[in-house]
């Protein structure tokens, strides 16, 4: 049984033979803004790229700097003006280079020094003065999970995860702000 929707403007019947009727796509061929400028892909790598080097220097507000370098960027190679939402979504794009670079440099870090343990112990050894109260049964559970590999990779991948996430908001939030900074005073206001 296959359904899918037809580009038509009203309901229609389906072919002899079949139980089904074709319905009607009341959206038609309605789409979402793509950000297809040349400018914007090769804007969010350059801020990205240097997002790292914030972000080693100033981890929390390196990602709102990585967003507003992202609009000044942009600013900079292209005249049209840069909307708040196209803002955030370069702001988030850079974001998440920043974020890819910077792990890829840690993990080869990480790797070349074979300090894979050390850096397992620490990890482990923040997640356990993290607990408010250790002498739960639950929470003992818990750690002993967090000991074995597969509960340790869990733990990984959610810091991961919500690194990315946290570095694609910040830097969001920064290409909003530097679309409003770096905006044409000489234009009237809409």
Do not use: C
Not at 105 to 118: E, G, I, P
Not at 127 to 146: C, G, H, M, Y
């Amino acid at each position: 049984m296959r359904v899918g929707l037809a580009p038509m403007l009203s309901s229609s019947p389906a072919p002899p033979g079949t139980d089904l009727d074709i319905v009607a796509d009341p959206l038609g061929s309605a789409r979402l803004p793509s950000s297809s400028d040349p400018f914007f892909f090769r804007t969010a790598l350059q801020a990205g790229l240097l997002g790292v080097m914030a972000n080693f220097i100033v981890p929390g507000p390196g990602m709102l700097l990585t967003g507003i370098m992202a609009a000044l960027l942009y600013h900079r190679a292209n005249t049209g003006r840069l909307r708040g939402a196209k803002a955030a979504r370069l702001g988030a794009m850079a974001g998440a280079i920043s974020f890819g670079a910077s792990a890829l440099l840690a993990v080869m870090a990480v790797v070349l020094l074979h300090s894979q343990q050390q850096v397992r112990d620490f990890i482990m050894k923040a997640a356990e003065q993290s607990v408010a109260n250790p002498s739960d049964p639950d929470l003992q559970a818990t750690l002993r999970w967090l000991h074995t590999p597969e509960g340790f990779s869990a733990y990984l991948a959610l810091i991961m995860v919500s690194l990315l996430i946290l570095s694609m908001l910040f830097s969001a939030l920064g290409g909003v702000i530097g679309s409003t900074l770096f905006r044409d005073r000489s234009r009237p206001r809409l």
